[in-house]
């Protein structure tokens, strides 16, 4: 009987609590599952690998809070965020792997920055920067796989409750990984398929730590939850900026 190789059980395990950090929070999967897929596959082809148990964490956590997405908040700001997502993912296919590592390491640091400090959940634009935050967490969304922290601010602009403020962002996120995914298929096709051990693993633990993980992690208080997620986020940042993949 094969052993189980230990790359394969730490993916297993981060993916598990990204998905608990991303049905409270809204996002972390790419955060946390990209910058570890990356040391093997490179940041390249992990950005179009973790898209996938992104994509199926996303869409279950939708289907159990879908009653309370903003329609009129999706059919605007979604559409501007999904074409965002669709020109990163141009951009993801013609930049080399080391200039997506850099680029991820920075979102992160800044991500982190944010968490740790509390200034993420102080954070607010107007709604004509949040309709040029959209944009642009789209394209960070198409181009690394990281967009959850610009979106989330770019949200609280528009005035939606707090239900439909987290169903909303992840109709959002949904739409990105639509517009982004095909590309990464017609540019990494066969690539990505080589790759499916990594994304069973990466979606079984997202959905686990989705179902599982909500109802543990609420019990942790707010900031201190945000304070050691954006610590996390930060050190994952600091280590990808000083050793970018190939």
């Known amino acids: 009987m094969a052993l189980i190789p230990t790359f394969h059980i730490l993916v297993l395990i981060a993916a598990a609590v990204a998905g ?11 955060s946390i599952l990209t910058p570890l897929l990356a040391t093997a596959l490179g940041t390249k082809l992990a950005v179009a690998v973790v898209s996938v148990p992104h994509l199926i964490a996303t869409a279950l956590r ?11 908040v999706f059919l605007t700001f979604g559409i501007t965020s999904g074409l965002g997502g669709l020109a990163g993912a141009l951009l993801h296919a013609w930049l080399k792997s080391v200039v997506l590592s850099y680029i991820l390491g920075a979102l992160l640091v800044f991500a982190g920055i944010m968490g740790v400090s509390g200034l993420a959940s102080r954070m607010r ?3 004509t920067t949040g ?39 992840t109709a959002i996120a949904l739409l990105v990984d639509g517009f982004r995914m095909p ?24 959905v686990l730590g989705t179902i599982a993980g909500q109802p543990l992690l609420r019990r942790i208080p707010e900031r201190t939850f945000r304070a050691v997620v954006g610590a996390i986020i930060l050190a994952l940042g600091v280590w990808m900026l000083a050793r970018p993949s190939a």
């Not at 939708?62 to 009129?72: A, E, K, P, T």
């Not at 040029?132 to 796989?145: E, Q, R």
């Not at 610009?150 to 609280?156: C, E, G, M, N, T």
């Open 183 to 206: 590309v990464y298929a017609a540019t990494q096709f066969h690539e990505i398929g080589a790759q499916w051990k990594l994304m069973l693993l990466g979606s079984a633990g997202v």
């Open 125 to 127: 634009f107007g709604r």
């Open 62 to 72: 939708f289907v159990l809070i879908r009653q309370h997405m903003d329609r009129r």
């Open 131 to 169: 309709w040029v935050a959209g944009a642009l967490s789209g394209i960070f969304g198409g181009l690394v796989g990281n967009q959850g922290g610009i979106r989330s601010a770019a949200l609280f602009g528009f005035d939606v409750k707090k239900e439909s403020f987290v169903a909303t962002a």
């Open 20 to 30: 608990g950090i991303a049905s409270i929070a809204g996002f972390g999967i790419g």
